[in-house]
């Protein structure tokens, strides 16, 4: 069965920094294409960043390129999301995505999500 579990959302000021990850288990985890998508309240869903199997292809939403990094540790079966210089607008369920291949900007199987809420 896949699963995949987020963590390390939370409460942070403007400016400040979270880092998420995301737990991988089901599948192996370092033959797909992973991604982040957001939903802010109120909202429709938000490709944040994707990174194919290879870990080599990465690509970022222009919302936050530049403060935000995506990384992957295919022996931990983990995703990550390094997110700096947040600001009120990243506010947001934060969830990963399982692409349906390695190299695929399509998803089959999401998790949880984990809360975001960046305000002072």
């Known amino acids: 069965e896949v699963q995949l579990v987020e963590s390390g959302g939370g409460l942070v000021q403007p400016g400040g920094s979270l880092r998420l990850s995301c737990a991988a288990s089901?599948?192996?985890?370092?033959?797909?294409?992973m991604s982040w998508v957001r939903q802010a309240p109120g909202k429709g869903l938000e490709w944040v960043s994707g990174?194919?199997?290879?870990?080599?292809?990465?690509r970022y939403a222009d919302s936050v390129k530049g403060r935000f990094t995506i990384s992957r540790d295919n022996a931990k079966n983990t995703l990550y999301l390094q997110m700096n210089s947040l600001k009120p607008e990243d506010t947001a369920v934060y969830y990963c995505?399982?692409?349906?291949?390695?190299?695929?900007?399509?998803?089959?199987?999401w998790g949880q999500g984990t809360q975001v809420t960046v305000s002072s």
């Open positions: 089901g599948f192996t985890f370092s033959s797909y294409s």
């Open positions: 995505a399982k692409g349906r291949h390695g190299g695929s900007n399509e998803y089959d199987y």
């Open positions: 990174i194919f199997s290879g870990g080599i292809s990465i």
